[in-house]
C-alpha cells in the first residue's frame, strides 16, 4: 500500500501530512511548501495623506459617514498623547502583531506610527518554517531511527519516553518509544501552509470565542470580532489601504515576480538557483518569480528531506534534519558571508530521475554519466 509521510518541523512543533509521497509529488502539490519557507521581502513604509502640518496628530478616527454606528476599538487618553514618538515606537515594539494594529486604530498620530512599523511585523508570521529543522518521515520508520545529530540529548530522551496514555489515539497512533512521528502526531499541530495577512487579521481577537455564536444582548448570531472587522471605522482612504494589504496577491509586494528567487540551505551552505531549475526543465527560457512551473523549489525540497525505511529512493535524504529558507537573489547576496555551493545541477538531475522527466541542460545529463 505504500507509506504516508508527513514534515515534521521540530523547532516549533508543526507537521503538516502529506500522504503517499508519490501522489504528493506528481500531484504538484509540493508546491505548498514553498509559502512555508520563503522570506518575504519587507515592503517601503506606507506614505500616509496625514502629516502634523495639517492636521491634529493626536484627534482620534471620527466613524465615517457611511458607519456612523462604527465606533473606534478606544479613546486617546491625555497622557497617551504627551508621549514622544520614541517611546510610542518602544511600545509598538513590545506588543504582538494584533496589539500593535489596533493601537494604530486610535489615533492618526498612532496609525502615522503604528502602520509601518506593522507592516514591519507581519512579515515575522510570512515564513514560518523559514530557518527551523525539516524532516518528511513515514510511517514505516524504526524507533530511533533518525539522523545523526538531528535531535538535541534533550530531545532524544522526549522521544524515546514516548506518549502519555492521555495522548494515545487508541485507532490511529501506536505507544512505541523513540519514534518522532508519533511525538508529532501526538503533541504538534497542523499547520497552515497559505499564511496570508487577511488571514492573521481574520483571527478572533483575545477574548472572543473561536467560531460564530448566538449573542444574548442582541438576539442574534453573530461572528469574533476580528482586527481587519475593527478597521472599518477608518476613513475610506485608510479602508482601501488595509483591504489592499490584508488581501494582496503573493506576487505583491512581499513576493515581487520581477525577483529571481533561491533555495538556500542554511545548514550545509548550499543553494538551488529558481531561474536555472526553471530552465532546465522548459523550453520557454527561464521564469522569475517565487512559485516556478513544476518541478519547483517544493519537489527540489521533498527530494532530499525524507528519512524511513524503504526502497522509494527518496529514504535516506541527505538534507533530512537540515533548515532552509527561500530568498531573492538579492538578499542571498547581502546575507552571504561564506562560500555557498550551488547544487542546482544535483537537484535538477535527482528530480529528472525520480519524476522521470527531461532535461534541457548538458550539466545534469553530465551529472547523470558520472553517476
Known sequence: MGQYWYIVSVDDGQFLGCGKLVEFLFNKEADCLVDLFAVPVKPNPVQLPYTTKHLDDNSRFEPSPIKKDLKPPCQIQPHLAAIPDELILMIFHSLDLLCC?????????????GWPFFQQKITEFMSPWAGKRIICLGDECEPNDLPAGFLTTEEENVVNEGLDDSE???????PRPGNLLNIAMGRFREVNSEVEPHEILRRPLPGEPDRRFYSKQSQSWRSPRTALEEARHLPKTLRTQVHSFAFGEKTGDYYPQTESWILRNLTTAEIVQGDELFAAFHRSGRQDGLHLRYPGFGEAIMSRICWSRGKSGFDRGVWAGHRFEICTKIIHALKSDCNWKDVTSEIVYELSVALDLPTLTKKSERIKDQR
Open 101 to 113: 494594529f489596533r493601537l494604530s486604530l486610535i489615533s492618526k498620530r498612532l496609525w502615522r506610527i
Open 168 to 174: 494515545i489515539d487508541p485507532d490511529g497512533i501506536y
